[in-house]
């Protein structure tokens, strides 16, 4: 079982929809989560992280975290062509220098 | 604020020839810096991580050493390039927060 498990998509969903992209990891121990997006052809950037369970909020970016499910998810509201993007879960390991990250869910809004 | 550079942004290179990538870190001190590798399509690779001056550490083994001479300076190397080197590669920095912040990338071609 992979580290860090994401559908790699793509998910086509259409403007002004909700966009839902899940990530499931594997290590019981993990307390922190962050969500990056990377556009094609450019490096990821940081657009969420989360540390508790439950929901948290920015903007039209929602992060959800279920700890004894292992699972984190990230919720776009209102989507846009320009979220039209990969979008990448990242899970700190024990080792707190290291991040292992989820091989990314590509989604397209559909204008 | 914090800003890393890396350069140059697109490479093309020969089979068995050097190579030497460069990413600078401004605005803060003691960071862990990282270079990972993105083949087309694909996740991200660890490839070295230093939290330190000369600390280096290693995750794949092959033809790619990696030295950091200056607290803020990362360096990738390789004495003669192959085919399968090419790819995206992406130096990042984090401070003991875990959140790794990317520089912009190189893209490098090896033919």
């Known amino acids: 079982q992979k580290e860090v498990e994401q559908n790699s998509g793509p998910l086509s969903v259409p403007e002004g929809a909700i966009a839902s992209l899940n990530c499931t990891y594997s290590d019981r121990g993990s307390q922190s989560f962050f969500w990056y997006r990377q556009y094609s052809g450019k490096s990821p950037e940081l657009i969420m992280f989360i540390y508790s369970n439950g929901d948290k909020e920015d903007g039209r970016f929602t992060a959800q975290l279920n700890k004894a499910s292992q699972y984190v998810s990230l919720l776009i509201r209102d989507s846009q062509p320009s979220d039209s993007a990969t979008y990448l879960c990242?899970?700190?390991?024990?080792?707190?220098?290291?991040?292992?990250f989820g091989t990314g869910t590509k989604l397209q809004v559909i204008p | 604020s914090q800003t890393i550079h890396q350069w140059p942004a697109t490479l093309v290179q020969p089979v068995g020839s050097p190579l030497s990538l460069e990413c600078t870190v401004e605005g803060t001190s003691n960071p862990n810096l990282y270079w990972y590798r993105q083949a087309a399509g694909r996740g991200l690779q660890l490839l070295f991580y230093s939290v330190g001056i000369g600390q280096i550490s290693s995750e794949v083994p092959q033809n790619l050493s990696a030295s950091r001479p200056q607290d803020r300076q990362f360096i990738l190397s390789s004495k003669k390039l192959l085919l399968s080197d090419s790819g995206f590669y992406l130096c990042?920095?984090?401070?003991?927060?875990?959140?790794?912040?990317f520089g912009a990338g190189t893209r490098l071609s090896v033919l």
């Open positions: 990042a920095w984090s401070d003991t927060g875990n959140i790794q912040y």
């Open positions: 990242a899970v700190p390991g024990m080792s707190y220098q290291k991040v292992t």
